[in-house]
């Protein structure tokens, strides 16, 4: 349910799963989600940097978890059902979330954070005419404290001009 904030596009892995380190990196739990495949690495802590996102942002799953988001990953971060933009079948390439997120956020403000932002993408965000902010992470070191401070100074400094969407 929209609340009239900008959105915030959340990837997960790559963003909330470093699955780029070479080990777990300190502060994460590994999940076994799935039989046979990497374990999911988490960070309890990212609870509350997402709850602050949350005050801020309409949150919206942006990856190719899907459903499977809410349900392994907001109980472990303690985050409510979020919607989820749907994407093509896995496997598909990063390019190919531009559409989906292009239709989703319709003339909506919005920050989307993923470790997979490709020419596509920077293109689409530079041809919006409502705000957007895309934030690159790095897959081997996830979601940060400088990420999520950058998202929050990007709404802050919204707020601060006309609401016209």
Known sequence: MS???????LD????????????????YEEFGFFPD??????????????????DRFDMVWATGWGAEANQFLAPVLQLPEL????????????REKVPAIASYVGSRPAVWIDD??????????????????LVDVDPAEGLTQAVVRRALSWAENLRGGERSW
Do not use: Q, Y
């Open 3 to 9: 609340r009239g904030l900008p959105l915030l596009l």
């Open 116 to 133: 997979a932002l490709t020419p596509e993408a920077h293109a689409w965000a530079e041809g919006r005419k409502a705000a957007t902010l």
């Open 37 to 54: 495949e990497e374990p999911v690495r988490l960070c309890r802590a990212h609870a509350a940097w997402l709850r602050d996102l949350g």
């Open 12 to 27: 997960v892995d790559g963003v909330l799963n470093p699955f780029g380190a070479d080990r777990c990196p300190s502060g």
């Open 83 to 94: 919607p989820v933009i749907g994407f093509p079948p896995i496997p598909f390439e990063p």
